[in-house]
């Protein structure tokens, strides 16, 4: 009788492939999940803008102007949790307001709708952000942007 000192080449196949199927099953979800999760963070970040923005219109009567890309409005620093910044790793915020005139002639009337935008580099992630946002939230979405209307004032 002959002592075996290792394993078989089919052995070790058979264990490569069943290690391979796995991580074929397990990579997809972990993205996934991962997905959902930075979605879910995204839309804590938005409520807690949209909170900001409201006390700010509050406080003074009208929504912080507009700010470039990426950068907190520095009306809105005082009410956002200490250390917020619209720059991070996967994503950037922008905060808009537009001035909106609708109706004609006597009847026009002039409007401000105010928004945040998220720019995302993975266009699943923006779809992720639209499907988890449900009720509450108006999203306008291209392949990289998602903008949520924070007001109409």
């Known amino acids: 009788m002959r002592l075996r000192k290792g394993f078989t080449i089919v052995e070790l196949l058979v264990t490569m492939t069943i290690i391979g199927l796995l991580t074929q099953i397990a990579v997809p979800r972990y993205s ?6 930075t979605a879910a963070a995204i839309l804590g970040d938005i409520h807690a803008v949209r909170i900001a923005a409201f006390t700010h219109y509050t ?3 009208s929504f912080p ?6 950068r ?5 620093v005082p009410y956002l949790p200490s250390g917020f ?3 991070r790793a996967d994503f950037t915020y922008d905060w808009h ?9 006597a009847s026009r009337v002039r ?3 105010v928004g945040i935008t998220v720019v995302v580099q993975d266009p699943k992630l923006a779809a992720q952000l639209v499907k988890a946002a449900g009720a509450g939230f108006i999203p306008i979405v291209t ?11």
């Open 72 to 76: 907190v409005p520095p009306l809105l």
């Open 32 to 37: 996934d999940m991962k997905r959902r999760a």
């Open 111 to 113: 409007e401000r709708l």
């Open 59 to 61: 406080e003074a009567g």
């Open 85 to 87: 910044t619209f720059r």
């Open 65 to 70: 102007p507009n700010a470039a890309a990426g």
């Open 97 to 105: 307001v537009w001035n909106v005139t609708t109706g004609r002639g």
């Open 143 to 153: 392949a990289t942007q998602v903008t949520f209307l924070v007001s109409g004032a």
